[in-house]
């Protein structure tokens, strides 16, 4: 069948249907008599706007959706209106609407508009596209007439997403009453600098904004230079999902696809109801402009979805063998594709960081509680960038509550947080592999370009009751991550996080042949953990308050600096075979017994100018067990993507030579660095321009602990044997089998004798 405007339709090619409504209302007839019929329904070129969002149940069980090309054909959210305009200054229209109209987006020859805002809108400003500190103060409210119904944004103040408020009126001292900041499961105030208003008329100051006022039911709009409104298409967005596919567990919806359409213009959801995602900072809104729930074995191929307000594709509780491939999705106000699972599914949930089930009163049989999950899905050969363009806690892939999700080949870039995200440890068995993830975390902070969380039963803030339930229980994460998810052959780059953030409690990873590019791999509070055969560009491993028995393995890595390690009760189950850039980064692992066989010094990558970070032959990396891997499968892989696709920036490569400025290392979590100038020699009293200064210190460090080492020391001897820089330091640390140490610090221009515990 085809859909179509022309007179007498029958669902042929010569007579098509008038609409996509018509023809699925004919294929559920059709269905009704012959319930074993092959149904497709062929959209010929050209724009559908719907009315209402399509309704796919098991009763169109196996149909297909399908345009000619998704450059021919599109789905639209939108309706068209007709309106007469009338100047309302010098540079404003004014039009009257229809008053059941109800838009958050105005569209003019294909081009959405901006709604009125504080800032206006700038696309090289950094969080959202211009943010004032001033946006709703007391003084700006003043200057409206009509506050309520503006909406109000701004980030986490932490930068961990963002929150969205409706001003419902003003108080007696001039500040605005708010309505909403259900977005983000980790509460705060709202980031007292980014900030942004819109829908506020007095705001509407720019070409190209616009402002409807739902009392008058008239529509402001400053065009801009190269918009004549007598002989323009105006469109409105009115609908904010467009199919939704839709059965239950015990009866799904089987073998629908949808392909070949361009799906546009939908309402922004970010003042729906939202729920939390466990314990993850994440809260959801269960919806997408395409929703499935209760499938199995159905298609999204090879269509592009743009200008869409809130989630692309939502897929919702017990869905089996879902394929979501080659789409380009852009330009989209929330995440891009989304597994989320039933807490029902969860044994002994908990929604909040705060939150935890006591042992005494907790499910500790390990696995799903019920079948109401995505499983057994893949994301593959998709081109991801730009979304999250209004909401900020959003992914270019979301998982949670899900199993044996595989996300393969993937360009993802250009987002505010993560490129992808995995928000807790129910139930693993995903595989991420050749996706290409970089720049992200633009709008946010303390995140990476891959980005998970672990705060399942075994994890709570609690940290000293938390330490002792797992060396009771020592296999308690598999309760909840029952299988290892792999992180596979891709290239990630964050410059605003980590390229790989595995979070509080993230357990049960395997993590290998992974190229990153700026910000290396923390590992922090989880178990058994294994990352071998990476390559961490300029950068190292960041150990974050491991477990004593956290098992973890770190082995046959080249990195680019020493370990970042931060509160750890233990360095893991095995650090070793390792690449480091010179002797003293990998010394100081030396310290605590690691890396005893691990070497350093140039790697010898083959091409890093042309992202080409393979070893040469000759490499001294491929001594310590370094197998190189493919440097040219990396994100999508369809040609015509391929053609437009970006790909990361260059890193600069850092000098690792020992000629380099002396680095900043850690030790016992108080920073040092080697005395390395006649300045330095000068104002520390010294004799000579040798030693290692105490540049910080952490007060609970035992160095630190019964009048040990000060911020400003000079360290000159140690365990009676002199000390020129930090490489003799470590080694006589690694040589020293005792916990204690004696010292010969320069402190005030004065040498000191000093005792100190090194643990």
């Given at each position: 069948m085809t859909a179509h405007k022309i007179e007498q339709p029958n669902g042929s090619k010569e007579q098509p249907f008038a609409t996509l409504e018509d023809a699925v209302k004919k294929a559920s007839e059709l269905r009704e008599q012959h319930a074993n019929l092959k149904i497709e329904i062929h959209l010929l070129p050209g724009n559908y706007n719907l009315e209402n969002a399509i309704k796919i149940t098991p009763k169109l069980n196996g149909i297909s959706i399908k345009g000619t090309a998704a450059s021919e054909v599109t789905i639209k959210g939108s309706k068209k209106v007709s309106l007469n305009w009338e100047s309302y200054n010098d540079t404003i229209f004014v039009a009257?609407?229809?008053?059941?109209?109800?838009?958050?987006?105005?569209?003019?020859?294909?081009?959405?508009?901006?709604?009125?805002?504080?800032?206006?809108?700038?696309?090289?400003?950094?969080?959202?596209?211009?943010?004032?500190?001033?946006?709703i103060s007391k003084e700006r409210i003043a200057t409206w007439k009509h506050p309520k119904g503006a909406y109000f944004h701004a980030l986490h103040n932490g930068k961990w997403g963002g929150f969205h408020f409706v001003i419902t009126g003003v108080n007696e001292d001039g500040t605005a009453i708010l309505e909403g900041g259900q977005q983000n499961n980790r509460g705060s105030k709202p980031h007292e600098e980014f900030r942004m208003v819109e829908n506020v008329f007095e705001e509407l100051d720019n070409p190209g904004e616009w402002y409807?006022?739902?009392?008058?039911?008239?529509?402001?709009?400053?065009?801009?230079?190269?918009?004549?409104?007598?002989?323009?298409?105006?469109?409105?967005?009115?609908?904010?999902?467009?199919?939704?596919?839709?059965?239950?567990?015990?009866?799904?919806?089987?073998?629908?696809?949808?392909?070949?359409?361009?799906?546009?213009?939908?309402?922004?959801?970010?003042?729906?109801?939202?729920?939390?995602?466990?314990?993850?900072?994440?809260?959801?809104?269960?919806?997408?402009?395409?929703?499935?729930?209760?499938?199995?074995?159905?298609?999204?191929?090879?269509?592009?979805?743009?200008?869409?307000?809130?989630?692309?594709?939502?897929?919702?509780?017990?869905?089996?063998?879902?394929?979501?491939?080659?789409?380009?999705?852009?330009?989209?106000?929330?995440?891009?594709?989304?597994?989320?699972?039933?807490?029902?599914?969860?044994?002994?949930?908990?929604?909040?960081?705060?939150?935890?089930?006591?042992?005494?009163?907790?499910?500790?049989?390990?696995?799903?509680?019920?079948?109401?999950?995505?499983r057994n899905c893949v994301v593959e050969d998709n081109l991801i960038y730009r979304i999250g363009r209004i909401e900020k806690q959003t992914a270019g892939v979301e998982i949670a509550m899900a199993m044996d999700i595989t996300v393969s080949h993937n360009s993802i870039y250009d987002v505010p947080r993560a490129g992808i995200n995995i928000g807790d440890g129910t139930w693993g068995g995903h595989i991420l592999e050749y996706n290409d993830v970089f720049n992200t975390v633009l709008e946010t902070s303390d995140h990476g370009s891959f980005n998970s969380w672990g705060r399942d039963r075994f994890w709570l803030p609690k940290r000293h009751k938390m330490d002792s339930i797992t060396m009771a229980i020592p296999n308690m994460y598999t309760w909840d991550a029952v299988k290892t998810t792999i992180i596979r052959n891709n290239r990630f780059r964050c410059d605003h996080g980590?390229?790989?953030?595995?979070?509080?409690?993230?357990?049960?990873?395997?993590?290998?042949?992974?190229?990153?590019?700026n910000n290396?791999?923390?590992?922090?509070?989880?178990?058994?953990?294994?990352?071998?055969?990476?390559?961490?560009?300029?950068?190292?491993?960041?150990?974050?308050?491991?477990?004593?028995?956290?098992?973890?393995?770190?082995?046959?890595?080249?990195?680019?600096?020493?370990?970042?390690?931060?509160?750890?009760?233990?360095?893991?189950?095995?650090?070793?075979y390792n690449f480091f850039p010179n002797e003293v980064s990998m010394m100081k692992s030396q310290i605590y017994d690691r890396d005893l066989h691990s070497a350093y010094g140039d790697p010898m990558f083959k091409d890093p100018k042309h992202l080409d970070f393979s070893v040469t032959e000759n490499s001294p990396a491929l001594k310590i067990g370094f197998k190189n891997f493919p440097?040219?499968?990396?994100?999508?892989?369809?040609?015509?993507?391929?053609?437009?696709?970006?790909?990361?920036?260059?890193?600069?490569?850092?000098?690792?030579?020992?000629?380099?400025?002396?680095?900043?290392?850690?030790?016992?979590?108080?920073?040092?660095?080697?005395?390395?100038?006649?300045?330095?020699?000068?104002?520390?009293?010294?004799?000579?321009?040798?030693?290692?200064?105490?540049?910080?210190?952490?007060?609970?460090?035992?160095?630190?602990?019964?009048?040990?080492?000060?911020?400003?020391?000079?360290?000159?001897?140690?365990?009676?044997?002199?000390?020129?820089?930090?490489?003799?330091?470590?080694?006589?640390?690694?040589?020293?089998?005792?916990?204690?140490?004696?010292?010969?610090?320069?402190?005030?221009?004065?040498?000191?004798?000093?005792?100190?515990?090194?643990?």
């Open positions: 009257d609407v229809d008053p059941d109209l109800d838009f958050d987006q105005l569209i003019i020859n294909g081009d959405p508009q901006i709604l009125a805002r504080y800032p206006n809108y700038d696309e090289a400003a950094h969080y959202w596209n211009g943010s004032a500190a001033d946006a409807l006022d739902s009392e008058t039911h008239k529509l402001y709009y400053w065009p801009t230079k190269n918009i004549n409104l007598e002989s323009s298409t105006i469109e409105v967005a009115v609908l904010k999902d467009l199919i939704q596919v839709v059965g239950t567990l015990e009866n799904p919806v089987k073998d629908v696809t949808i392909s070949g359409i361009t799906f546009k213009y939908t309402k922004r959801t970010f003042m729906e109801d939202y729920e939390p995602l466990l314990r993850s900072d994440w809260s959801i809104y269960r919806g997408g402009v395409l929703f499935f729930e209760g499938t199995e074995n159905c298609n999204i191929t090879d269509n592009e979805f743009t200008h869409l307000g809130g989630n692309v594709i939502m897929v919702s509780k017990y869905n089996s063998g879902l394929l979501v491939m080659g789409n380009h999705i852009h330009e989209n106000g929330a995440s891009a594709v989304s597994f989320v699972g039933d807490p029902s599914a969860v044994r002994s949930p908990s929604f909040n960081y705060g939150q935890f089930v006591d042992l005494k009163d907790m499910d500790t049989v390990a696995g799903p509680k019920n079948e109401l999950y995505p980590w390229d790989v953030d595995l979070d509080d409690g993230s357990s049960n990873y395997h993590i290998y042949n992974n190229l990153m590019l290396g791999l923390k590992l922090r509070e989880g178990f058994n953990r294994v990352a071998e055969n990476n390559i961490m560009v300029n950068n190292s491993l960041h150990p974050h308050v491991w477990f004593a028995n956290s098992e973890d393995v770190f082995k046959h890595n080249i990195i680019g600096d020493a370990y970042q390690d931060v509160g750890l009760l233990g360095w893991g189950k095995e650090l070793d440097m040219d499968q990396f994100g999508v892989q369809k040609e015509s993507f391929k053609k437009i696709a970006k790909t990361p920036e260059v890193p600069i490569l850092k000098d690792p030579s020992e000629k380099q400025s002396s680095p900043v290392v850690a030790w016992l979590r108080n920073q040092l660095k080697s005395v390395e100038s006649q300045q330095e020699q000068s104002a520390y009293g010294l004799n000579s321009a040798e030693g290692v200064i105490v540049l910080n210190i952490w007060k609970p460090s035992p160095a630190v602990q019964n009048n040990g080492i000060k911020k400003g020391d000079v360290i000159l001897q140690a365990d009676g044997k002199l000390v020129k820089n930090v490489q003799d330091f470590f080694s006589i640390n690694v040589e020293n089998s005792t916990h204690e140490m004696e010292l010969v610090v320069m402190r005030n221009q004065s040498e000191k004798t000093i005792n100190i515990k090194t643990k």
